[in-house]
């Protein structure tokens, strides 16, 4: 899986969009960027996933450049049920195994 | 429909002791994982097994070892437990051609003393 680079955490409030950006800038032609959310003493959950331009789903929404060297994943008015680690991950679906980074701990305030 | 089922949910070991972590799936994939989450840290993969029959190791496999016994049962054992591997532990399964979308079972959280 491609290295990605994502920022450690993020603060926002109760009703604004949150905007969280994975850079991978060496993401291979047949690699895909997957999102999963992991709430508090959970397993992670997969929440969105995209190849390029954007992709809209009932959590989220995931904008990739034409380049592809990143992408964001996009929260809309975000609740404090949205409080949780972010995993921005890279590869090729086909691949063996699935490797997470530290993600982007979300905190959500009233 | 369950999808991904541990047992147990919570664990205390004394040092030295063994114990196996029992992951059960189904969803009927083929592939299935055991990942490791120190608290307030990322999940760090231990095994795979890409199919029935086959184990390889991931990140940390070192203090543990692992049986895919069938298709929906891929279990974890610690054979001679140690503080260091106090964690929270997780099993996942996914298809074959879509290993990004995995899906995971509630964790077991185990102690080490």
């Known amino acids: 899986l491609a290295k990605t680079t994502q920022p450690i955490s993020m603060d926002s409030y109760e009703g604004q969009e949150v905007n969280i950006t994975c850079s991978h800038n060496n993401i291979a032609t047949n690699d895909y960027i997957t999102w999963y959310q992991q709430f508090p003493s959970q397993g992670p959950r997969f929440i969105i996933q995209g190849y390029k331009t954007k992709v809209t789903n009932e959590v989220a929404s995931l904008f990739i450049p034409a380049d592809r060297k990143s992408s964001t994943l996009s929260l809309p008015r975000v609740s404090l049920s949205d409080t949780a680690v972010y995993y921005c991950?890279?590869?090729?679906?086909?691949?063996?195994?699935?490797?997470f980074g530290s993600g982007t701990r979300l905190s959500i305030r009233p | 429909n369950a999808g991904v089922t541990q047992t147990p949910k919570f664990q205390v070991l004394k040092t030295g002791q063994s114990m196996t972590l029992q992951c059960a799936q189904d969803m009927n994939h083929n592939s299935m994982y055991w990942y490791r989450q120190d608290p307030g840290m990322g999940l760090r993969l231990i095994y795979y097994s890409a199919s029935e029959g086959t184990t390889d190791k991931g990140e940390v496999p070192n203090g543990y070892n692992v049986s895919r016994l069938n298709k929906r049962e891929f279990s974890l054992r610690l054979e001679s437990a140690a503080p260091s591997q106090t964690s929270v532990y997780f099993c996942?399964?996914?298809?074959?051609?879509?290993?990004?979308?995995?899906?995971f079972g509630q964790g077991t959280r185990l102690t080490v003393v």
């Open positions: 996942a399964s996914s298809e074959v051609g879509r290993i990004t979308e995995a899906f």
């Open positions: 991950l890279v590869g090729d679906s086909s691949a063996s195994k699935i490797i």
